[in-house]
């Protein structure tokens, strides 16, 4: 991982007309320095700057071709309203590269600018908030003919070396409150914390030292839809209530309403998918699976008893994965107290999801008027009681396993053929509108776990699941006589259940459990011989 970075302007360049003492050039020297320290404590990370001193100059297009070879590329700086003081505009602006059809790096700036800009402006403070831009040149710059070339020289260097570029314009000097803020050298350093740790879970980089990240990390979620968000976190709050007698469907609901399904910036930045505070209810508790320092810095709005919102900076926990996100959960909901006496008592073991959640509000666990009812109809829309944990044994139930639920049947498909490729005996059932691809169906739930274990040895991401559904043949359409007995001549079968039709009564029940009939079948096949 290669990054090369640009202070924006040289010697003493751009003074304030708010705050006398302000130079953009010495701000962002500063600033893009403590960006590059940052980055260099990642393994892997090279950072190169586009001037050896604050004193040279050096072009628009030269600086943003010095990326070459580089993963990315950003140029530092602050913006300005005119020549004079401007109070009422202090918003943050990332640029990013324009839409360009022959090159994937301006999809890589864009998704960085979106990332960066409200994070900035959380840190900065800035009410206006932050927004992502681009702007296309009037002409064509690299005279290919193609209208599509960056207006700003550093882009336009960037992008003609294949560089995915960016311009960060932190605020405006032109308003006295943010030229101050850019002033406190403690500022720039927390300011220049948080970019980095942006760009550290987008490239999903690994701290010096620190251990390889385990378990589910939420930015796995960013681009599934909300159905198979479902399907894929539903097993660990059902291990998680096995664990902690807390019911799965609450926790999930929560999960869903606070990190809406994962993708809530705290949840991607920081795998936090509860909003869970760096303190809270003013008491430790036992079983904290949070390393104690890791934290978030972000903007969140509070609703106030008399029904508004107020805006607050507050700090929050960061975990290295999700499952320990729900783990620290569960340990705060059992041990956080208020006084000598269990904040949420009666928690564990509730198995009437309505009483549980009722609770959890009771003991000030959220200030949203109508927390209560908005857990209950997302538990209800997705039936999200399937994934509690049943008392009374496990007698009757099939722990089934499953690799993935699709919208679309053509990818659930290609998911079964990929499966059996790997030797799988796969099969695809639809429930609840949605295609999902199952391999195995066991009454003893170790057996699952021995075949979720060699599944995921393959590079699979799997869970157990008892919920089952209609059997779906691969083909979109029922296959003439004369195609199924060609599939058995060649030892192939397009129902996915089956690697194929099977012989004498094996294929006789298959061919019927499918509509066919056998003997017709087998003229057909008799024919090709």
Not at 191 to 204: N, R
Not at 391 to 397: A, I, K, L, Q
Not at 437 to 458: D, F, R
Not at 491 to 497: A, E, L, V, Y
Request: proline share 1%; net charge negative.
């Amino acid at each position: 991982m290669k990054i090369c970075i640009d202070a924006g302007h040289y010697g003493k360049y751009n003074r304030s007309p708010a705050v006398a003492a302000y130079y953009e050039s010495d701000m962002v020297w500063k600033l893009h320095l403590l960006q590059k320290k940052y980055l260099e404590q990642y393994e892997g990370v090279t950072v190169i700057t586009t001037r050896p001193n604050q004193a040279t100059d050096k072009g628009l297009f030269e600086r943003g071709a010095c990326s070459a070879g580089c993963d990315l590329f950003i140029s530092d700086h602050s913006n300005a309203v005119g020549n004079g003081v401007n109070e009422s505009v202090d918003y943050v602006a990332v640029y990013h590269l324009v839409d360009d059809t022959t090159t994937k790096v301006d999809d890589i700036s864009k998704e960085i600018a979106e990332r960066l800009a409200p994070v900035i402006a959380e840190v900065m403070g800035a009410s206006q908030g932050g927004r992502t831009v681009t702007r296309k040149s009037d002409g064509d710059r690299n005279g290919d003919g193609i209208m599509n070339d960056n207006y700003y020289g550093v882009l336009h260097g960037a992008r003609m070396v294949n560089t995915p570029g960016l311009i960060l314009e932190h605020s405006f000097h032109t308003n006295t409150k943010m030229t101050n803020w850019l002033l406190n050298d403690a500022n720039l350093d927390k300011l220049a914390k948080a970019e980095v740790e942006v760009l550290a879970a987008y490239f999903g980089l690994k701290k010096k030292g620190e251990a390889t990240k385990t378990g589910l990390q939420a930015t796995d979620l960013k681009n599934l839809s909300d159905e198979q968000v479902i399907a894929k976190v539903g097993a660990l709050f059902t291990a998680d209530q096995e664990k902690t007698g807390i019911l799965a469907s609450v926790s999930f609901a929560q999960f869903i309403l606070e990190s809406g399904y994962g993708k809530s910036e705290l949840a991607q930045n920081a795998n936090n998918c509860f909003g869970m505070k760096k303190s809270l209810s003013g008491n430790t508790w036992g079983g904290s699976s949070w390393d104690g320092s890791s934290i978030y810095t972000k903007q969140t709005k509070e609703q106030n008893p008399d029904g508004t919102y107020e805006t607050i900076t507050a700090d929050f926990r960061k975990y290295p994965c999700v499952e320990d996100s729900i783990a620290d959960h569960s340990a705060y909901l059992l041990g956080a107290k208020n006084g000598s006496e269990l904040r949420y008592a009666g928690l564990k073991g509730c198995t009437d999801y309505k009483k549980a959640i009722q609770i959890i509000k009771d003991g000030g666990y959220a200030t949203s008027l109508t927390y209560v009812e908005k857990l209950c109809s997302i538990i209800e829309k997705w039936n999200l009681t399937q994934y509690d944990v049943k008392s009374g044994g496990d007698t009757d139930v099939m722990y089934r396993v499953q690799v993935g639920a699709y919208s679309k049947k053509e990818n659930a498909d290609n998911q079964v053929k990929k499966l059996k490729s790997d030797g799988f005996d796969t099969y695809l059932i639809q429930v609840d509108g949605l295609y999902k691809v199952q391999v195995g169906a066991y009454s003893v739930k170790t057996n699952a776990e021995n075949m979720i274990a060699k599944l995921k040895a393959k590079g699979y991401d799997c869970f157990i699941t008892t919920k089952g559904g209609q059997a779906v043949s691969e083909a979109s359409k029922k296959k003439s006589v004369e195609e199924i007995a060609k599939e058995i001549y060649h030892g192939q079968c397009s129902d996915s259940r089956w690697d194929t039709w099977g012989n004498g009564d094996t294929r006789v029940e298959r061919l019927t459990a499918v509509g066919y009939d056998a003997d017709e079948v087998q003229k057909a096949v008799n024919a090709l011989f």
